[in-house]
T-cell receptor, first 114, second 116 residues
Framework: GAGVSQSPSNKVTEKGKDVELRCDPI?????LYWYRQSLGQGLEFLIY????????KSGLPSDRFSAERTGGSVSTLTIQRTQQEDSAVYLC????????????FGQGTRLTVV | QQQVKQSPQSLIVQKGGISIINCAYE??????FPWYQQFPGKGPALLIA?????SEKKEGRFTISFNKSAKQFSLHIMDSQPGDSATYFC???????????????FGKGTHLIIQP
């Protein structure tokens, strides 16, 4: 596609439910990143994929969070047993392999846990 | 521990003025420093980036100044326009194992308003 696509754009879920957020990166981009943006806060790094492997999972805030990437393309971020503090905008970005190439961001998924 | 500190949190500048946003970092291993611009409801978009082997980079009205010894870098927007009103994030990263990029560490952002 022309850009990084994220779905859904908005998600309202009840506390305790599981949610899945999807990211479709730019074709050919081998690196894929997930960030979380809370109101009034910066972007918090969650996880990074190089191809299908995730060399850095250090940013995942708890074991309720997991992510996978298949076929070196689409990635899903899963949050189990959602809590109100999980409410945020979840942003996905992708880039080519080299470290100083531009990371392109999607528009994000706004998650609200009620 | 916040590794990239950004200031100010918010900034109001008159049209035609110079907007200046500052960032300081702690980790001397950082070697890539981009600035991102974010409009409401949109994802951040790369504005300009610098590596520590240069002290300044200019692209149009946007300039990054970099001071390696002080571990500081700043964004200057010359002739600021109402269309520049957005949230600006500084960031830093380290070249990862095998040459791939680790995640960017972002500052908390500056909400810039350019008054007409």
């Amino acid at each position: 596609g022309a850009g990084v696509s994220q779905s859904p754009s908005n998600k309202v879920t009840e506390k305790g439910k599981d949610v899945e957020l999807r990211c479709d990166p730019i074709s050919g981009h081998t690196a894929l990143y997930w960030y979380r943006q809370s109101l009034g806060q910066g972007l918090e790094f969650l996880i990074y994929f190089q191809g299908n492997s995730a060399p850095d999972k250090s940013g995942l805030p708890s074991d309720r969070f997991s992510a996978e990437r298949t076929g070196g393309s689409v990635s899903t971020l899963t949050i189990q047993r959602t809590q109100q503090e999980d409410s945020a905008v979840y942003l996905c970005a992708s880039s080519f392999f080299n470290y100083d190439t531009e990371a392109f961001f999607g528009q994000g998924t706004r998650l609200t846990v009620v | 521990q916040q590794q990239v500190k950004q200031s100010p949190q918010s900034l109001i500048v008159q049209k035609g003025g110079i907007s200046i946003i500052n960032c300081a970092y702690e980790n001397t291993a950082f070697d890539y420093f981009p600035w991102y611009q974010q409009f409401p409801g949109k994802g951040p978009a790369l504005l300009i980036a610098i590596r520590p082997d240069v002290s300044e980079k200019k692209e149009g009205r946007f300039t990054i100044s970099f001071n390696k010894s002080a571990k500081q870098f700043s964004l200057h927007i010359m002739d600021s326009q109402p269309g520049d009103s957005a949230t600006y994030f500084c960031a830093a990263s380290i070249e990862g194992v095998g040459g791939g990029a680790d995640g960017l560490t972002f500052g908390k952002g500056t909400h810039l308003i350019i008054q007409p």
